[in-house]
């Protein structure tokens, strides 16, 4: 029977089907962080009992991290007390652990990747919504919570019902300035933030083929923002090149006989999705947020719809307005911007920061700017002196953090104050989502940098276009 790649991967995994119930799926990779992990681990000494394949688990932590100093303890207690937590577990439980200031830690969506963790074919969760992110090396990669990190720890499987399948095609050429994280911004804008509710998607097409591997995460990361339990992209000679030779990939014999598998990961030609949609590549522009969810979005230089334009409610749209003290029919280009936030597991990768640099290179950072520059693992660090790009970035008045969430969800010292506009790389632009009070512009690395050097919302094609000319 002809199947999609996501049963492929789904079905190579279940070790029981229940009748009428949820089957129970093993899991190859675990991540684990310090939020999310510690009342597991409580209740399996609760319990009594013990983790199952220690190997199989990676403990890094990211949430609550500081990004400056963090060499130094933490300050804040209940984040001290969490990655002691986190910590002893590991090394009670023989969990590989990347705590603060080790060679290897980041967001744990970056780490995963970077050290060959993730891999084409496998089933990945983590107590966090954007576990997703996996999903772009053709793993089945999922969230989950506490409850089941208990699971996973003590037996290596969840009970989950198997999603429905919808696939996302996108075909055509990008535009000039247009970007992973538009595309992202782009269909979830079209899907609304309940749109994939209950599917897990597949993308497919031309943009997604030829776009990176850096790409291809930060679209898959984003698939959760439209309601999907996740999102998956069929692996090819790109993901085999970027996976080869790190650290937990298979060597040898091992890679040539993981290969034969991984090259067999595609939807069949005439396999079934339950739903499928359509994009054209040339319809996007760069993006950005207006409201207060990710769906509320739209191209930079477009007018803040009219309440009777939108679907959903006119109250909810309205107080989402309001929140963030803008107009229908309002211009997003030429506001003014307080904070510019570079990072998270959605853009904290090497090429954001090239992004972000060819842009602001010969520039400098407005000044009404206060500007958070956070890689999304040492790795990333790494890469940003090996290339150069830290002296850009200095020359244009920007500074450097340590690795972190960071003011993705500001559980660290990154919080923007009350009432500031920030334009921000990540994922959510709840109320609050930043620190209390603080409005969130999502939009792409390009975005950011354009607003980072001119202090207002700024389309990065006018910019880009100057360096260019
Ligand atoms: C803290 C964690 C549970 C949360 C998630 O699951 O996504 C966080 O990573 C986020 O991005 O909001
Ligand atoms: S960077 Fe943001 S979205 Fe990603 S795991 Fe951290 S808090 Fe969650």
């Known amino acids: 029977m002809s199947k999609t790649l996501f049963d492929k991967v789904w079905d190579s995994h279940v070790v029981r089907k229940i009748e009428d119930g949820p089957d129970v799926f093993f899991i190859d990779r675990h991540f684990i962080h310090e939020v999310t992990s510690p009342v ?17 688990t990676f403990a890094t932590a990211d949430h609550n991290t500081p990004t400056w100093n963090q060499h130094l303890p933490v300050a804040d207690p209940l984040s001290a007390n969490q990655l002691e ?34 891999l084409p074919g496998s089933t990945i969760v983590c107590g966090d919504s954007h576990t997703s992110t996996h999903g772009a090396f053709g793993a089945i990669a999922f969230g989950i919570g506490t409850s089941e990190v208990e699971m996973v720890l003590s037996t ?28 992202a911004l782009y269909i979830i804008s079209q899907q609304t933030t309940s749109g994939a509710t209950g599917y897990f998607v597949e993308y ?23 309601g999907a339990r996740g999102g998956m992209i069929a692996p090819d000679e790109k993901t085999f090149e970027y996976i080869k030779g790190r650290k937990h990939t298979p060597k040898g014999a091992d ?33 950005i947020t207006y409201g207060t969810n990710p769906g509320m979005g739209m ?9 009777e334009e939108v679907q959903g409610g006119v109250a909810t749209y309205k107080k989402s307005l309001g929140y963030m003290k803008f107009n229908e029919g309002d211009d997003m280009i030429g506001k003014q911007v307080d904070y510019v936030f570079l990072g998270s597991c959605t853009n904290g990768r090497i090429e954001d920061f090239r992004a972000f640099c060819s842009i602001i290179e010969g520039r400098k950072k407005a000044d009404n700017i206060t500007a958070w520059l956070v890689p999304g693992s040492h790795k990333v660090v790494d890469q940003i002196k090996e290339e150069g790009l830290d002296r850009i970035l200095d020359e244009a008045g920007f500074v450097l953090r340590e690795p972190g969430c960071s003011a993705c969800l500001a559980m660290n010292d990154d919080k923007v104050p009350a009432g500031k506009l920030a ?4 994922n959510r632009n709840f109320e609050g989502r930043q620190g209390p009070g603080s409005r969130t512009l999502l939009a792409s690395p390009l975005v950011a940098a354009a607003t980072a050097v001119t202090g207002v919302v700024t389309d990065p094609r006018t910019l880009l276009e100057t360096v260019t000319a």
Not at 91 to 114: D, F, K, M, Q, T
Not at 210 to 223: A, D, I, K, P, Y
Not at 423 to 426: E, K, N, Q, R
């Open 40 to 56: 597991a681990f409580v209740g399996l000494k609760q319990r009594g009992i013990g983790v199952m394949y220690p190997e199989r």
């Open 85 to 118: 937590a986190l910590a002893n577990n590991a090394a009670e439980y023989g969990i590989s652990h990347w705590g603060l200031g080790h060679r290897n830690n980041g967001i744990v969506h970056i780490v995963g990747p970077e050290n060959g963790i993730t």
């Open 156 to 183: 290596q499987c969840i009970m989950q019902p198997k999603p429905k399948k919808m696939r996302i095609n996108v075909n055509g050429e990008l535009g000039f300035g247009v970007t992973p994280k538009d595309v």
């Open 204 to 226: 497919a097409g031309d943009v997604f083929e030829n776009m990176s591997m850096e790409g291809r995460m930060t679209v898959c990361n984003l698939s959760i923002e439209m």
């Open 255 to 287: 890679w040539d006989k993981a290969m034969d598998y991984w090259k067999t990961l595609k939807t069949d030609d005439d396999a079934e999705f339950d739903i499928e949609f359509n994009y054209n590549a040339a319809d996007i522009e760069p993006m």
């Open 299 to 307: 191209g930079v230089t477009q007018s803040i719809p009219l309440a």
């Open 423 to 426: 334009v921000s790389t990540s």
